[in-house]
């Protein structure tokens, strides 16, 4: 059997900026910038309040910055609460072999610890690479053929504490001992399941297991240990959450394949199985003879993958809303956008919006990507429209472009930020691995 922790525990310990290639390297930094944004753009959105309401009265001691907030927090709630906005709008990034948003999980903690010591971009860089590959190989080790498991593991707070375990023990030079420790630490603390998605606990989840993570990490250094074999050994990690993990997924081309480069930022704030669907409805709704008022039917042809994640004809709520396909096709034709705005209270109970979902009908088809959908519309004087998406935006195949993505970054940042500072931020968090000292990026990011 091969040592699976032991493995991992090497390449954490071992791997420096300098190991890098270049296109790692640029994707970690789109990752990272991306996570700034969101986590601007969520940190005043209702759950993210309600967690840091909740904590606040306890923050005492030395205390660190929240990312579009004045007040400060102790350093693991912190953790807690910019993790938590990262992922509140659902707008975060996606490894969709695995559904995983490994990037706000990840990066927290880093930011966290750069307030308690000045960091290097260099080495937080580093690190947040490292914390997002072993997350997304620990995702694939439950979720890739031929590993089989339970679609109800929510992989984004089963795989982050690890993640952000090995980010921690990279950032602070672990030897492979510690390091080890901290992995089995944070492969303890791994949970989540999905009947609690559409609820505020979908965002909270992975705010829980990045402090997870970073407490881990904080443990091991103070000589708290785990076992040796934690995620291959019998009742390990791998036989515990799934009937059949495919353990190899974790140290093949270990260093050599960068599995993090499949992580790609969204284009839009709801679940990523979600979004070849409006990108035919977007298509459909700029043509000047659409008018959604005329459609008589909406018929879908879609993976299995996204009804199994998705289906949610009468969303009650903006939570909801967020994982259902439903809303997100009527709101992207009726207001013929899909942004923040499309996701909330006000357009969930849009009479129009209600009443075009509707008219939507769905069909699993084996035929149709993961990233891709079929959709026709047939309108009331007989016109149909039909678009397929082979490979959606923010899809491997169709990455978002550098201004998509910088536009996003801005029009969340300006939710909590004066535009100077946004773009301020903006600029910084591009030049992430060239900063001296990271808590320059925290200091601006304050309204």
């Known amino acids: 059997m091969i040592e699976t922790t032991q493995v991992l525990a090497n390449f954490v310990a071992n791997v420096r900026a300098a190991d890098l290639p270049n296109e790692v390297c640029e994707d970690a930094t789109q990752q990272f910038y991306n996570f700034i944004g969101c986590t ?19 923050a005492g001691g030395v205390k660190t910055s929240l990312l579009g907030r004045n007040e400060k927090l102790s350093a693991p709630d912190a953790v807690l609460v910019n993790a938590q906005a990262s992922a509140a709008h659902a707008f975060d990034d996606t490894h969709l072999a695995t559904v995983l948003h490994p990037a706000g999980p990840i990066a927290a903690p880093l930011m966290a610890e750069a307030e308690r010591r000045v960091t290097s971009g260099r080495d937080l860089h580093a690190a947040f690479t490292v914390g997002v590959e072993v997350a997304c190989r620990i995702a694939m080790a439950l979720t890739v053929p031929p590993a089989e498991t339970q679609v109800g593991w929510y992989m984004s707070s089963v795989a982050t504490p690890i993640g952000a375990a090995a980010a921690m023990a990279n950032l602070l030079q672990f030897n492979e001992e510690v390091t080890l420790h ?8 791994a949970m989540g399941f999905r009947q609690t998605h559409g609820s505020m606990c979908t965002s909270l989840l992975p705010g829980q297991a990045s402090r997870a993570g970073y407490i881990a990490a904080l443990m ?30 974790v140290t093949d081309e270990l260093g050599d394949k960068w599995q993090m480069r499949e992580n790609m930022p969204k284009p839009y704030p709801c679940g990523i199985v979600i979004h070849p669907i409006l990108d035919a409805c977007l298509e459909i709704a700029a043509d000047p003879s659409f008018n959604a008022e005329k459609v008589n039917a909406i018929r879908l042809r879609l993976n299995p993958l996204c009804l199994t994640l998705t289906d ?16 997100w096709t009527a709101a992207a034709l009726v207001m013929k956008s899909a942004g923040i705005s499309e996701g909330t209270e006000d357009a969930v109970a849009n009479p129009m919006v209600v009443a075009t979902r509707r008219k939507i009908v769905v069909q699993a088809d084996n035929g149709v990507n993961r990233d891709g959908a079929d959709v026709t519309i047939e309108m009331t004087d007989g016109r149909i429209h039909h678009r397929r998406i082979e490979h959606g935006i923010g899809s491997l195949k169709q990455p978002m472009s550098i201004e998509a993505l910088e536009k996003k970054f801005m029009d969340q940042a300006e939710l909590v930020l ?30």
């Open 40 to 58: 601007l753009g969520g940190m005043t959105h209702d759950a993210t309040v309600r967690t840091f309401k909740t904590v606040l009265p306890f």
């Open 182 to 189: 901290a992995l089995g630490l944070g492969a303890a603390a």
């Open 418 to 447: 004066p535009r100077n500072k946004a773009e301020s931020v903006s600029s910084l968090s591009w030049k992430i691995a060239e900063l001296d000292d990271v808590s320059e990026i925290t200091d601006i990011a304050k309204p």
């Open 312 to 327: 949610r004809p009468e969303p009650p709520n903006a939570q909801l809303a967020q994982v259902s396909l439903q809303h």
């Open 220 to 249: 091991a250094a103070e000589g708290v240990t785990a076992t040796a074999a934690t995620l291959e050994g019998p009742k390990g990690f791998g036989e515990v959450f799934a009937p059949k993990a495919h353990l190899q997924h």
